[in-house]
């Protein structure tokens, strides 16, 4: 099966009101097997209401839910081969590690010997070799964590379900886990979907990001597609900070693949990659801070150059941060690695400018 | 293994009938027979007091209400039962706050022992305070001999006396937590700007603790309307609502007069109970904002530490007296006449008949009690379905209904059919299920507020259906709540005085009964005797009380309606 992606799991219009408010309108994915797919979304989108009607916790008003091409939409969380790690890990607290990870194993009538064998192999892929015996309230946050895991894996589920797992721990052991979820993920290939508010943190675990807002997907797609190749401006501004400027497609030369903008601060000469931008466009730009240059003003005039005002200044060490103003508006450049270069203090005339690679949006 | 799970579904048989329709209303089938039990046991009982108040020989009438008030007798019970709410209220709020200040800013020396002092009475029924001090003050009592006084215990100071020890741990454990919940650092700051210490209870204290000073004055005044021993044993010819109600009864065979005497104790009870839970509820200035810190205090003021400190010191020696004197009067023949050791008061066959009579009932009541309010407490927070808060409302008022007004309730609903009842030991352990119920339901509540809904939903995940979740994941949660609302049942039950009166039978005393009558005939030894091994009981349970607190985070030892 290597190579040739089979959807696992699939999302068909899925609507969810709860009384007059409209939580879900209308999602449609495709989840491929192996794959760790993100919800990730501001709080109150809808990325947890969707997670659950996988899960079976919630029915969705309308829309199905395949699960290996059969609906599973209608049957309660018991009847259903996925299985969730919760935000709260809901671990039992009247029985100890053992008897949690094998509780779901026990419901299926395993003989004891083979529950024991496999708790055993379950406490080792979540590193917790020796510790089946404490009970819930003498592990760690991060332990706990993992015998949720641990748990939810006893069954070999189709999909796992994470439902912000990371949410209760500090935020030197969230990066922790997060690796280490990841790695236990790919090691066993179980179809995975994480729920998170966390951008950075979507970014850095997924295989592809489903982004919502509002109950409408804004896009899906790879951490790299949803940073370089934002489908929206929510999206655009969704992950690490953007300006944005806006502009007129002039004109668009095939033969050198250039197209002429021009901006309130200017003209610019952008590369042409985006075969639905066509001249005369009303155009967003997305202009990330850090690739952006600064200059002092009186070097030699490059292209793609504008002349501004240092209006603030931060020095973070690895990073300086400035904000530059052009008569009433403002550009936010990061500039990293500033050692041995030259800084801009506060009132100090510059140059600013901005590379030819830049995503456009349609206005 | 999907199969595995998905296997579970094509079941057959019987038992697979039986099962599935369980699983789907198991829920319902639990509301629906509580819902019959409170409707049958509280409701019930309390719209026969309120039918019988207007119900004569004739039909429906207002006869009897016309009656209460054109009898001094009568209307005067309402008077002076309100005047004694209000004395005890206002006593006790005083001196509640001044063992709360010194016990949460006092001197650290002072704070354990006075905390201790002031939660004592809590260990005994209320009505041990009448006993001691009949011993202390009585005609015979020993410090009306030792310095010659001719006090007069039977008396309205007697009664407010009585009552206000008796509520001490009430109004005390309600306006320290209050005190404890204000943030230090307003009174640091008025002291900053130079205020005195005076100026800052009178300015910053006590108003930003009013509302709770208000909650714990209002419970006061519920509780002490509704006690019925120590006016009954204190009270001489002072006429009140709740003795008067036995007395209509036991004296008269007047059921008419007892309910309307019942409703008019109930209906400021009611108000209050209202008052307290959709009024005030919420309201206060006590919370915290920023880091509430334990700070260093600076000593008090002698203006305010002397004061508080006589008011304080001297209760609590009264309390510890108290003990004192039931432990002596226990073991001497006749305490302060004659000091010569006996044990026969101790080892006395109908005290300790009583006793164990006592606690066959209460263990009765606690096991029933404590079933009953965890289902409810699971239905209330779990279940679906309209009527869940009349539910949750009904479990809960049995907590604010006096006594007495239940003790009626029962004999007048239940010496007839279809549930006829009177006269044996099953009627009383209702009647103490149903009236201490809250409790159970209320840690029921609390701990199922604890574990997350997540947990059930799990189960559900790994392939449990309801009935499993319920059996292998629920019960054992709520196992620690069930426990506490065992052991506090079986406690206020050993303690409960005013409703079970009116229900037992001659021939078979409680222990609360046996105390009654005898501090009645003045046999103070076979009183004091009782009242002791009663405490030590009760003392043991709060002892397992406190252990499960610690263990679980699952208090109820704080709660007193006996």
Redesign the interface.
């Known amino acids: 099966m290597d190579g040739i992606k089979t959807p696992m799991l699939e999302l068909r219009d899925i609507y969810k009101s709860f009384g007059e408010v409209d939580v879900l309108k209308g999602i449609s994915a495709k989840i491929d097997k192996g794959e760790l797919l993100t919800f990730v979304g501001p709080s109150g989108c809808g990325k947890t209401t969707l997670l659950r009607i996988v899960g079976g916790f919630t029915t969705a008003t309308s829309g199905q839910v395949l699960l290996d091409g059969e609906d599973i939409g209608k049957l309660p969380p018991n009847m259903r081969n996925t299985k969730m790690v919760f935000q709260s890990y809901a671990l039992f607290p009247h029985m100890n590690v053992r008897k949690n990870i094998g509780f779901g194993l026990k419901l299926q009538k395993w003989p004891k010997d083979k529950i024991d064998k496999r708790v055993e192999e379950l406490l080792a892929l979540v590193h917790m070799e020796g510790l089946g015996d404490r009970t819930i309230d003498r592990i760690s946050g991060g332990q706990q964590q993992r015998v949720a895991l641990a748990r939810a894996l006893a069954q070999e589920p189709k999909v796992l379900l994470l439902d912000e797992p990371l949410s209760n721990l500090d935020a030197n052991l969230r990066v922790v886990m997060r690796e280490e979820i990841r790695n236990i993920q790919e090691r066993i290939g179980v179809t995975t979907i994480f729920v998170t508010h966390d951008q950075y943190e979507a970014m850095s675990i997924s295989d592809r990001l489903l982004v919502l807002n509002d109950g409408v997907i804004q896009q899906i797609g790879s951490p790299i597609e949803i940073y370089e190749q934002p489908a929206n401006e929510f999206i655009a501004g969704f992950v690490g900070y953007v300006n944005f400027l806006e502009g007129t497609v002039d004109a668009i030369d095939e033969g050198t693949n250039t197209s002429y903008v021009t901006t309130k601060y200017g003209k610019l000469e952008l590369d042409h990659n985006q075969e639905e931008i066509e001249t005369g466009d009303e155009v967003l730009l997305v202009i990330r801070p850090e690739t952006i240059s600064l200059s002092p003003s009186h070097g030699t005039e490059r292209p793609n150059t504008f002349h501004g005002t240092v209006e603030s200044q931060m020095y973070a060490g690895n990073l300086a941060k400035y904000t530059v103003k052009f008569g009433d508006n403002e550009m936010v450049v990061d500039h990293y690695n500033p050692m041995g270069s030259e800084k801009f203090s506060k009132n100090t005339k510059v140059k600013v400018t901005v590379p030819r690679a830049i995503h456009v949006l349609k206005r | 293994?999907?199969e595995?799970?998905?296997g579970?579904?094509p079941g057959r048989g019987i038992w697979y009938k039986v099962r599935s329709f369980l699983n789907a209303k198991l829920v319902n089938i639990f509301a629906g027979s509580l819902f019959a039990l409170l409707a049958i046991f509280l409701i019930y009982p309390i719209i026969s007091v309120l039918m019988k108040s207007f119900w004569g020989d004739d039909g429906f009438t207002f006869d009897f209400y016309v009656e209460f008030f054109s009898y001094n007798f009568y209307y005067w019970s309402l008077f002076n039962t309100l005047i004694l709410g209000f004395s005890t209220m206002i006593i006790l709020v005083i001196v509640g706050f001044c063992f709360a200040y010194l016990t949460t800013r006092g001197p650290l020396w002072l704070r354990k022992p006075l905390k201790i002092c002031a939660l004592l009475p809590l260990a005994a029924p209320p009505y041990i305070f009448s006993i001691s001090l009949i011993t202390l003050f009585g005609r015979n009592g020993l410090i009306n001999n030792l310095l010659d006084l001719n006090f007069n215990i039977y008396s309205w100071t007697g009664v407010i006396s009585a009552q206000c020890l008796a509520f001490l741990p009430l109004s005390f454990m309600m306006i320290e937590n209050v005190l404890n919940s204000l943030n230090p650092s307003l009174e640091e700051t008025a002291s900053d700007m130079g205020a005195s210490e005076v100026r800052i209870v009178r300015a910053i204290t006590v108003p930003l603790a009013a509302p709770g000073l208000l909650k714990a004055a209002l419970l006061v005044f519920v509780m002490t309307i509704a006690e019925f021993g120590n006016p009954a044993i204190l009270g001489g010819r002072t006429p009140f609502l709740a003795v008067d109600t036995y007395l209509a009864i036991t004296g008269e065979g007047d059921f008419n007069m007892a309910s309307v005497l019942s409703v008019v104790l109930i209906t400021p009870c009611v108000l209050i109970f209202i008052l307290h839970n959709y009024v005030l509820r919420g309201k206060g200035y006590a919370t915290i904002t920023g880091k509430g810190m334990a700070t260093e205090r600076k000593p008090m003021a002698p203006i305010i530490k002397i004061p508080f400190m006589i008011i304080s010191i001297s209760t609590a020696l009264i309390v510890l007296m108290s003990f004192g004197v039931i432990l002596l009067g226990s073991f001497v023949k006749i305490i302060g006449v004659d000091n010569t050791f006996v044990i026969d008061h101790v080892l006395n066959t109908q005290s300790n008949i009583a006793i164990w009579n006592s606690i066959k009932v209460s263990l009765g009541a606690g096991l029933f009690g404590a079933v009953v309010g965890t289902l409810l407490a699971y239905v209330i927070m779990r279940g679906k379905f309209r009527g869940k808060h009349i539910m949750e409302m009904v479990a809960l008022s049995g907590f604010a209904l006096p006594g007495t007004v239940i003790g009626v309730g029962y004999i007048m609903a239940f010496n007839r059919p279809p549930f006829l009842l009177t006269g044996g030991i099953l009627i009383i352990i209702l009647n103490c299920v149903f009236r201490f119920l809250a409790v159970g339901v209320e840690a029921g509540i609390s701990k199922l507020h604890q574990?997350?809904i997540?947990?059930e939903?799990?189960?559900?995940?790994?392939?449990?259906?309801f009935l499993?979740i319920f059996i292998k994941?629920v019960l054992?949660?709520m196992?620690s709540a069930f426990v506490a609302g065992f052991i506090y049942t079986f406690m206020t039950t050993m303690m409960s005085l005013s409703s079970v009166i009116f229900l037992v039978t001659p021939g078979f005393d409680l222990a609360s009964v046996y105390i009654y009558l005898t501090a009645q005939l003045g046999e103070l030894g076979l009183a004091s005797a009782t009242t002791m091994k009663v405490i030590v009981i009760v003392a043991i349970s709060l002892g397992i009380l406190q252990i499960i607190a610690k263990k679980t985070g699952l208090d109820v030892s704080k709660q007193q309606g006996a």
Request: aromatic content about 4%.
């Open positions: 293994m999907a595995a799970v998905m579970r579904v574990i997350s997540e947990i939903e799990a189960s559900a995940d790994l392939g449990a259906d499993t994941v054992p949660i196992f």
